[in-house]
Nanobody, 124 residues
Framework: QVQLVESGGGLAQAGGSLRLSCVVS????????MGWFRQAPGKEREFVAA????????YYADFVKGRFAISRDNAKNTLYLQMNSLKPEDTAVYYC?????????????????WGQGTQVTVSS
């Protein structure tokens, strides 16, 4: 059974930073592509960033390019999302997800396992 547990969410001011973590247990983390998604109240879940198993290739939504950075430490079975220059519109529940294939996808249904989410709130 694969489990994903996010942490690091909280309250930040506009222009501030937060770092999210996602610890994966249960299977071989290093073989998964991983992604971050977010969902604001009343909105659909949307893609934020993804990273291939090796960490060599990353993929970002346009609205976070230059502000957010996805990374992974396969030795620690941990995925990260460094979020800088936060904006109030970044307020959402952030989810990490694992894809057992080798693709790098922005489609939620391509991911096989999900965490429970962590709340990020950005005040203006």
């Amino acid at each position: 059974q694969v489990q994903l547990v996010e942490s690091g969410g909280g309250l930040a001011q506009a222009g501030g930073s937060l770092r999210l973590s996602c610890v994966v247990s249960g299977r071989t983390f290093s073989s998964y592509a991983m992604g971050w998604f977010r969902q604001a109240p009343g909105k659909e879940r949307e893609f934020v960033a993804a990273i291939k198993w090796s960490g060599s290739t990353t993929y970002y939504a346009d609205f976070v390019k230059g502000r957010f950075a996805i990374s992974r430490d396969n030795a620690k079975n941990t995925l990260y999302l460094q979020m800088n220059s936060l904006k109030p519109e970044d307020t959402a529940v952030y989810y990490c997800a694992a894809d057992v294939s080798f693709r790098l996808s922005r489609t939620p249904t391509d991911y096989d396992y999900w965490g429970q989410g962590t709340q990020v709130t950005v005040s203006s």
